[in-house]
């Protein structure tokens, strides 16, 4: 059982900066695939970048976060990561991480355990 618990959110300007933070539990935090997805008002939830296990050597990203959004991993820390740069209006929503046992993956159905999610505001 993995528990996940997001925090960093909080409402910016737009063109600012945000880091988001998911605190895991478990010992085995490095055996995990890891991700963050978002959901904004009236529209379904989407992913927006994820990591592969262990050292986390393969990244990938939605298209509308490319360039401007850093997704890490610290295992000692247990901690995932969410640098989110140029922040745009549209960027608003709740973010949510996520964990799976696989490598590395994009579709939020092949993640087991979720945050409660935080919320991410950027004003015009």
């Known amino acids: 059982q993995v528990q996940l618990v997001e925090s960093g959110g909080g409402l910016v300007q737009a063109g600012g900066s945000l880091r988001l933070s998911c605190a895991t539990s478990?010992?085995?935090?490095?055996?995990?695939?890891l991700a963050w997805f978002r959901q904004a008002p009236g529209n379904e939830r989407e992913f927006v970048a994820a990591?592969?296990?262990?050292?986390?050597?393969?990244?990938g990203y939605t298209d509308s976060v490319k360039g401007r959004f850093t997704i890490s991993r610290d295992n000692a820390k247990n901690t995932l990561y969410l640098q989110m740069n140029s922040l745009k209006p549209e960027d608003t929503a709740v973010y949510y991480c996520?964990?799976?046992?696989?490598?590395?993956?994009?579709?939020?159905?092949?993640?087991?355990?979720w945050g409660q999610g935080t919320q991410v505001t950027v004003s015009s």
């Open positions: 478990g010992r085995t935090f490095r055996a995990y695939g």
């Open positions: 996520a964990a799976t046992s696989f490598n590395y993956a994009t579709n939020q159905g092949m993640y087991h355990y």
């Open positions: 990591i592969s296990w262990n050292g986390g050597s393969s990244t």
